[in-house]
């Protein structure tokens, strides 16, 4: 399953006699999905089928589409309302005739308000239905576009993913092959622990010694931690390799990815395990940090 990332960049372009309409859309990170429109004067009709379309492609990602439109042949040529036209002239001559004005021009008429005017695609239904199946059609077009966009770097951002839970994978196995939590090693730090007990405390009877050690030694244990850790492991990996948007559910495995380093680090009673829990930390902000831009 192709993984996508929530940031892409598209653009479309369609043109016909009526009109050439323009589509640039934008995808980046979102909790969500946000869909910000900018649309020509007289389109705003559009903004609810291009919100349906948005989210038909797409469940997550703040997405910026921008619609610009420039007038095709049809469009452009001029519309000349003759009968208005035909009562300025003789108004005109009237004027002229008398009270003296000076003749009317041709140009000068044409160019009166309501006279001479650009067609309006908003009045004609048929041309207004053809200019909307377009920008729909254009907008599809680069939603595709950007779907793609966002697979690509989606496939760049699953790999790096992986890369990153292997890390963990290592560092984890590295935990738990360490020295330190050998049962001698163990035993030595806690004969160690008792006997700076005994000398602070030396009024301390064997029962409430065996007691502290067995604390001690519950406290150090981080066997738990380190199993958790595996089966977040392989559940993320089973994510990524799941059908449909798992960012979020990968967001919430890269928060227990943390709980489980924090509580390792605290548990630790090993410099040499402390500083994998801390190496560990590192690796797994980078983790979480990258997932927030999946979908």
């Known amino acids: 399953m192709k993984r996508q990332s929530m940031t892409g960049f598209a653009r479309a372009v369609l043109e016909d006699e009526i009109a050439a309409v323009t589509w640039e859309l934008k ?53 000349v309302d003759e009968a208005f036209l035909a009562e300025v002239a003789a108004l005109a001559d009237r004027l002229c005739r008398d009270y003296g004005t000076a003749p009317a021009t041709a140009d000068g008429l044409l160019a009166l308000r309501g006279v001479m005017e650009l067609p309006d695609a908003s009045a004609d239904e048929t041309v207004s239905a053809r200019l909307d199946a377009l920008a729909l059609k254009a907008l599809d077009a680069a939603l595709e576009d950007l779907a793609m966009a966002r697979a690509e770097e989606g496939a760049s951002l699953a790999a790096v993913l992986e890369g990153q839970l292997s890390a963990i994978e290592d560092l984890v ?35 409430r010694l065996h007691q502290e050690a067995a604390f001690l030694a519950t406290k150090a244990d981080i066997r ?55 190496e560990l930390k590192v690796v797994i902000d980078q983790f979480r940090e990258q997932v927030q831009n999946l979908e």
Not at 42 to 68: C, D, M, V
Not at 180 to 192: K, M, N, S
Not at 227 to 242: E, G
């Open 27 to 79: 995808s980046v990170n979102g909790r969500g999905l946000e869909a910000r429109l900018r649309l020509p004067h007289g389109l705003e009709r559009l903004e609810q089928p291009a919100r349906t379309y948005i989210a038909k492609s797409f469940s997550r990602g703040s997405i910026h589409a921008n619609l610009s439109l420039s007038r095709g042949e049809a469009l452009c040529r001029p519309v």
């Open 224 to 278: 738990e931690e380190l199993d958790r850790l595996k089966t977040h492991i392989a559940s993320a990996r089973a994510l990524l390799a799941a059908d449909g948007p798992v960012g979020r559910r990968l967001d919430f495995i890269a928060q227990e990815f943390n709980r489980e380093s924090n509580t390792l680090c605290s548990k630790s009673n090993a410099a040499s395990v402390t500083a994998i829990g801390l």
């Open 173 to 207: 196995r590295k935990a738990e092959d360490d020295p330190a939590r050998e049962p001698a090693a163990i035993r030595a730090r806690l004969e160690e622990q008792v006997q700076l007990l005994m000398d602070a405390a030396p009024a301390l009877d064997e029962h």
